[in-house]
């Protein structure tokens, strides 16, 4: 275990570009439009220094709560003791991606809007919500199936028991 406790300490490898992804960095990362309210990925670029978030950040999803000319203000649950503190730290765009961890639920949410406004035009109502696995109702007929053990057969005869 090393000895220092520096900002950057224990970065090594979590810093460290991927292997054939050393050079230049893509023009996207600067093209890309975030919006307030926006779910991001905070992946540290370790080619670039300015605006480097902690290591603690590294690997966490956070929403877009202001946009800079050069930096994006990200708001982070942390946890700290007992509690969880929402932190809101600002980081270069180098630094972040957008998540992708909305969108099952925005796929989910367009084909409910479709369903919706079918069912609509039909004049029927129709269930948005996923099915619960908590609704599967047992089914009755597989009762009589079930062996019936008398607990005296046990003890007079413990090999038959329960055939």
């Keep these: 275990m090393p000895a220092g406790h520096g900002l950057r300490s224990r970065t090594r490898d979590s810093f460290s570009r991927p292997f054939r992804k050393k050079g230049y960095i893509a023009l996207t990362t600067y ?8 779910y991001v990925d905070v992946k540290v670029n370790g080619a670039v220094h300015k605006g480097m978030p902690h290591k603690f950040y590294h690997g966490r999803t956070g929403s877009v709560w202001n946009v800079t000319k050069r930096a994006i203000g990200v708001e982070i649950n942390k946890q700290v003791g007992n509690r969880i503190i929402r932190k809101r730290i600002h980081v270069r765009v180098e630094h972040v991606m957008p998540s992708r961890c909305n969108e099952e639920f925005k796929l989910r949410k367009k084909k409910n809007d ?4 079918a069912a609509k035009a039909r004049g029927e109502n129709v ?7 908590n609704l599967r109702v047992p089914n009755p007929a597989s009762w009589s199936r079930v062996p019936v053990c008398h607990l005296g057969d046990c003890y007079s005869h413990p090999l038959r028991c329960c055939e």
């Design 114 to 117: 479709e369903l919706k406004a």
């Design 31 to 38: 093209l890309r439009t975030y919006k307030i309210g926006d």
């Design 127 to 133: 269930r948005s919500s996923p099915p619960s696995a």
